[in-house]
């Protein structure tokens, strides 16, 4: 693929677009986004892939030759895992390409498009999928100039605005909704399941609170100690998780186990066993770590990532002030992106404009080389010199002016095309094309493409 002929595509779903009972389904653990990178580059559709899954997100990036037929895989791949169908999956994606592709990225890793505006935990989220598809080998040249400028940018957003100012997390909101459901924490059990970041900065909320009574549960036993050393609790292995939830006031679960920790069953005869106390479960796990029918169930009150969502509302004030800024900053970012990425289409049709004058003259020479067999050798470099200097005389005035297409924004790649068309540097396919992916799957991309923005 010719880097002319490159697209960049972001194919995604988000809290934005579908609820966490969807989300979870599509859902990747950092070994299932690396396989999927990989196979997903495996055939000739995508030359480049990397992954974003959070527990409010889970995006593709893609660098193909064809925009329609890479999302066209991307959906059937996605269907096919998910058991969901093209039509319903098409309908709680989103999909722009190149500069509003960029634009995308740049916000997400900004904390612009969180479900906390501003928050911290989504540059790193952004910076391990790089380096996850980085050690997978499914970069390349497009995507590591994309993620790496995106995370420059998430970082002057940072740096330049108070959007995080007031440093909330989902962690921290987490912490928030629990005070809410039960009152002051320092006297409360708290049991965290989980022992990763977001159990860490859970763990931190909850000390910076007063909370001292804080139980892990986590099936990586060293890193469990870690946590629970840091901040005075203990660890318990999950086998000891029913006891422990009997004695529990707040259980916070934030694992990246595929399968849910804590079933309806098992918490039914917890809650007989503590004679009416009322326990409060906080899920912030994408998949869920708490079967959705523990809800149900007499004193437990449940809540999940998306049922965060009302506390937030009441804390962005400071943040949705900075946001004008924060945006600001982004554009600014994605006009440079943008010249990048004109030039990758700019440079290979200067190239190629220069190389088909040479063979016109090339050609006019050859054809002419009988005409002046009586002409000495320095004469004949003298009409070869003139005739390759008429030739850069004249594509200079169109060379600067492609030069210049990058800063035209939208309208240069329109001129572009005119340019390769009028002078026949399109050339001749390598071979037949590759039929456009038969059905439902390739429709939809089709349709979705023909409304997408550049």
């Known amino acids: 693929m010719s880097a002319a002929a490159a697209e960049l595509l972001a194919l995604g779903i988000s809290h934005k677009t579908a609820p966490v009972e969807l989300r979870e389904r599509l859902a990747l653990t950092e070994l299932q986004a690396q396989r999927f990178t990989q196979e997903l580059t495996e055939p000739e559709v995508v030359q480049e892939a990397v992954v974003i899954s959070t527990c409010n997100r889970t995006e593709f990036y893609v660098v193909a030759a064809d925009a329609v037929q890479a999302e066209s895989e991307l959906l059937g791949r996605l269907a096919r895992r998910t058991g969901i169908r093209p039509t319903e999956l098409a309908g709680m994606v989103y999909s722009p390409r190149n500069c509003d592709a960029a634009r995308h990225l740049y916000r997400v890793t900004s904390g612009l498009e969180s479900m906390i505006v501003g928050e911290a935990e989504v540059q790193g989220q952004v910076k391990r999928a790089y380096e996850a598809a980085l050690a997978a080998g499914t970069t390349g040249p497009l995507t590591n100039r994309l993620f790496t400028a995106a995370l420059q940018t998430g970082k002057r957003v940072r740096t330049e605005t108070e959007i995080g100012a007031s440093r909330l997390s989902v962690s921290t909101v987490a912490v928030e909704l629990a005070r809410n459901a039960v009152g002051e924490l320092p006297r409360r059990d708290v049991v965290i399941i989980g022992a990763g970041e977001t159990a860490e900065l859970t763990a931190q909320a909850l000390a910076d609170q007063g909370v001292t009574t804080i139980f892990v549960a986590n099936r990586h036993a060293q890193r469990a100690l870690s946590l ?67 809800g149900d169930l007499d004193g437990v009150t449940l809540y999940d990532i998306d049922d965060l969502q009302a506390v937030v509302a009441r804390n962005l004030s400071v943040r949705e002030a900075e946001r004008d800024r924060a945006t600001a900053i982004v554009e600014e970012e994605i006009v440079r992106f943008a010249r990048w990425m004109g030039q990758l289409d700019v440079r290979p049709t200067i190239a190629a404009l220069r190389e088909h004058g040479a063979a016109i003259v090339d050609t006019v020479l050859a054809e002419n080389a009988g005409r002046w067999e009586s002409a000495s050798p320095r004469d004949v470099a003298r009409i070869d010199a003139i005739a390759r200097a008429v030739m850069q005389r004249l594509l200079h005035e169109p060379t600067i002016r492609l030069k210049g297409l990058p800063e035209q924004g939208g309208s240069g790649h329109g001129r572009l095309q005119i340019v390769r068309e009028l002078f026949g540097l399109e050339g001749a396919p390598d071979g037949e094309a590759v039929p456009a992916p038969p059905g439902e799957v390739h429709e939809i991309a089709e349709r979705r493409g023909r409304s997408a923005g550049t």
């Open 228 to 294: 629970a050393e840091r901040f005075n609790g203990r660890v318990v292995s999950l086998d000891e998780l029913p006891e422990r939830l009997e004695q529990a006031d707040i259980v916070v679960a934030s694992t990246s186990s595929p399968h849910p920790i804590v079933g309806v069953e098992e918490l039914e005869l917890v809650m007989r066993a503590r004679a009416g106390r009322p326990l409060v479960l906080i899920d912030i796990a994408v998949p869920r770590d708490v079967e959705a029918a523990c």
